[in-house]
């Protein structure tokens, strides 16, 4: 028994599993501004939210999205006139449009009693 539950401990060590895909408030925000294959910069997304977006928590909600494969990201050079440090500028990937889609798209279905 001892020997099993170490080789379960040893080998099951940093194994993936297959995670639901779930998709929170800001994360399905950024998909729609980030729209078909636009690519935008964090504190572009801020603004084109109105104010939906925090400063703080963009960068946050962006690497937890990229982690889950719904958006890549890219450093772009600064513009010359800004000056400054490069910049990341992130686009939605394939997956994190289809779990948009279905989110967006199957909502109704699935909660008819909030859709009002």
Known sequence: MTAVLHECKTECVGVKRPRALLL??????????????????????????????????????????????????????????????PRRVYQPTALGRRVLAAWTGGAPILLPEFIR
Do not use: F
């Open 24 to 85: 929170s408030e800001k994360e399905s925000l950024i998909l729609e501004l980030l729209g078909r294959d636009r690519q935008m910069y964090g504190l572009e997304l801020v603004a084109a939210s109105r104010r939906r977006l925090k400063r703080g928590t963009v960068y946050v909600t962006l690497g937890r999205m990229e982690d889950k494969g719904y958006v890549i990201s890219r450093l772009e050079a600064a513009p010359p006139e800004a000056g400054g440090l």
